[in-house]
DNA sequence: CCCATACTATGACTTAAGTCTCATCCTCTC
DNA sequence: GAGAGGATGAGACTTAAGTCATAGTATGGG
């Protein structure tokens, strides 16, 4: 059991020192985090926690990407965020104590670290700058919440689909964004039905703002795309 | 200049006692957040900090009402949060360093206590209990911004609009929502204009839901409020 | 008491978004 | 290379939301 156990905890210590918010944190408070983390993995389409769910702990991911999204009584999907590896989630309820605000569901099979709340909080008053990082942490998702408020209050479809574009290809660090997004999955992100991100794509491609690569999206006009994106 | 800020101070310090988050931080910890306060007051509709400038530090209400909100290209407003007296704000700025993702105005005149960023962090590193009051209070808003975020998402108008006022009868902790709601307010509370207020508040009056006294709103049938304003 | 002002009521109309439906087109497997 | 299944394109239609215009109604100050 240890001797199994043991090269996943390393792999653990090396993960959670290349997070940007416990960076700098010193072995020590890396070493005691990977002490009581707990391992866990799901596979595709596996639901990691429901909304509505007393927290269990922050999760870390090593590996995968996961939803967290909530499904309205219609039966419409709004993904609020994609967390790929090197990133936690649930930082909402497992630092306030409350319950989950979202649903999570593995997008590929997965492999999460959940370090519990306590001690999470344990550890947190014991290594001051943990507790700084924290609060860093969770102010940064608490400033993508306020933008996400902000494009869905101010925000046409046609608005926040160019954000959402300017966001992906930013991710690569290139103008093409690869087809791994359907349209259901633009349409779930920027709170929407398929048909509606359908029609802006074709929109957009007519002004000339968009191309479409065979699947792929090629973003001609990276300018008149964010300011299509403007609040 | 002492003999003029001391009962100031000793009143914030009174103030920072009550607030949910700084409860059992012990006088130390109170006394040392009193120490770097900076009072300011603000007059009506006197801009508190533009959204995109840097922030300055972390806001605590004594006196008065402080809107949180953002104004879109074409001139619509949204309201995100109302802050009241004990509550503060800003908090995301003040604790990730970046930009303020929004516009504070005061409602009312306003008596604030600013406490800069970087004594916030000092003390933050040096009192583990203030550090673990900073993340849960942050939590707690983010958990507010996710139910504004699905609020927008997946409700329509008339389910926003019985959400806030379910929301604001609580605070009263009475069926009555007073009229200090204009529906010029709530239609920038819930991300819609005047005229789609009006038209919802009849619809819930039509199907008995609500009454109008005067000008007032009657809450006349909760379950059926809430059960518009479910996800 | 009257008027100015701010808020509300309401209808007519426009536009954006959502729904329904079906054709088409990849792409993967057999 | 045929067919199945997922994804997209697109038209027709419905509904929610937003805009415009205008009239009514509090209400507080002079």
Redesign the interface.
């Known amino acids: 059991m240890y001797d199994v156990s043991a090269p996943d905890k390393s792999k653990l210590s090396q993960l959670l020192s290349g997070i940007p918010y416990f960076r700098g944190q010193g072995p020590a408070v890396v070493a005691a985090l990977a002490a009581c983390a707990i391992p866990r993995t799901f596979e595709v389409d596996a639901i990691i926690f429901w909304e509505d769910q007393p927290a269990t702990g922050l999760f870390l991911v090593e590996e995968g990407t996961v939803k967290i999204s909530?499904i309205?009584?219609e039966g419409?999907e709004?993904i609020?965020h994609l967390i790929s590896a090197g990133d936690t989630f649930n930082?909402?309820?497992a630092?306030?104590?409350?319950m989950n605000?979202?649903t999570a569901t593995a997008c590929t099979a997965v492999k999460v670290w959940e370090i519990p709340r306590e001690d999470l909080?344990r550890l947190?008053?014991?290594y001051?700058?943990l507790?700084?990082a924290?609060?860093?942490s969770?102010?940064?998702?608490?400033?993508h919440?306020?933008?996400?408020?902000?494009g869905?209050?101010?925000?046409n479809v046609r608005g926040r689909l160019a954000h959402l574009l300017l966001s992906e290809a930013q991710n690569l660090d290139s103008d093409r964004v690869p087809r791994m997004l359907t349209q259901e999955e633009m349409a779930a992100r920027v709170?929407t039905v398929r048909e509606v991100v359908g029609r802006a794509l074709r929109n957009l491609a007519n002004d000339g703002i968009i191309e479409f690569d065979r699947h792929r999206i090629v973003i001609l006009d990276p300018d008149r795309l964010a300011a299509a994106a403007?609040?």
């Open positions: 909530r309205s009584k419409r709004h609020m930082d909402v309820a630092l306030d104590g409350g605000p979202a909080r947190a008053e014991q001051p700058q507790a700084w924290l609060v860093e969770i102010a940064r998702r608490a400033r919440l306020v933008g996400l408020v902000q869905l209050a101010l925000r709170g403007e609040v």
